[in-house]
């Protein structure tokens, strides 16, 4: 069965730090990789998504991550934070085609002054 | 476009009661899944409905069962409430395969079971 690995449960970066958010998977072959965010009791938003290609993703708000096959990781990347970031963020992968979606725990992102 | 509705934003229920949740998919899209979210978790896939019909499952009790209608949209039924059932519910609906895939969630039911 797949799984989603996501290390840091909590990360506190200063605003215009850059981040990075660590997502390890297992799955046999390439699945479809998301990142969500979530506000305090909202619903989840897409961030950006990997099907295939270049292995380099941008996505909103300034987010990018990159897919490395080697290692397993979707890691989620942003050069400055802003204090808006502030939220959950989720990684998630896809058996592909069949839309259900397997999510890691989470990692909380806290953005200081 | 209104995207993901779900009814109702809250509900308190007591152990033992039924509850049913409601979802309405952003248009254009036929496939509805459901998810639920512990507190401090990540959401966990219930099931997911197309053409009327329960197409995969994940690993919940036969307690929890859904429909799909003819305009696609989707209840989530919940029978024999456990304190642990407590979570929020939260809804996604995706577009027919082939196009630009990407699931959208509605903003979820929060549930309470006392």
């Known amino acids: 069965a797949q799984s989603v690995t996501q290390p840091d449960i909590h990360i506190t970066v200063s605003e215009g730090a850059s981040l990075e958010l660590r997502c390890n998977y297992s799955y046999g072959a390439t699945p479809y990789l998301f990142w969500y965010v979530q506000s305090p009791g909202q619903g989840l938003q897409l961030l950006l998504k990997?099907?295939?290609?270049?292995?380099l993703v941008q996505g909103i708000k300034g987010f990018e991550a990159e897919f490395k096959r080697s290692q397993s990781s979707f890691n989620l990347r942003k050069p400055s934070v802003h204090w808006s970031d502030a939220a959950e963020y989720f990684c998630a992968v896809e058996d592909t085609g069949r839309r259900a979606l397997t999510f890691g725990s989470g990692t909380r992102l806290q953005v200081q002054p | 476009d209104a995207g993901v509705t779900q009814s109702p934003t809250h509900l308190i229920k007591t152990r033992g009661q039924q509850v049913t949740l409601r979802c309405s998919p952003k248009s254009g899209h036929d496939t509805v899944s459901w998810y639920q979210q512990a507190l401090g978790q990540g959401p966990q896939f219930i099931f997911q409905y197309y053409e009327e019909e329960e197409r995969q499952r994940g690993n919940f009790p036969d307690r929890f069962s859904g429909h799909q209608f003819p305009n696609y949209s989707s209840e989530l039924n919940v029978n024999a409430l456990l304190l642990g059932d407590s979570a929020l519910y939260l809804c996604a609906s995706s577009p027919p395969m082939g196009t630009n895939y990407e699931q959208y969630f509605g903003p979820g039911t929060r549930l309470t079971v006392t």
């Open positions: 990997y099907f295939s290609g270049d292995t």
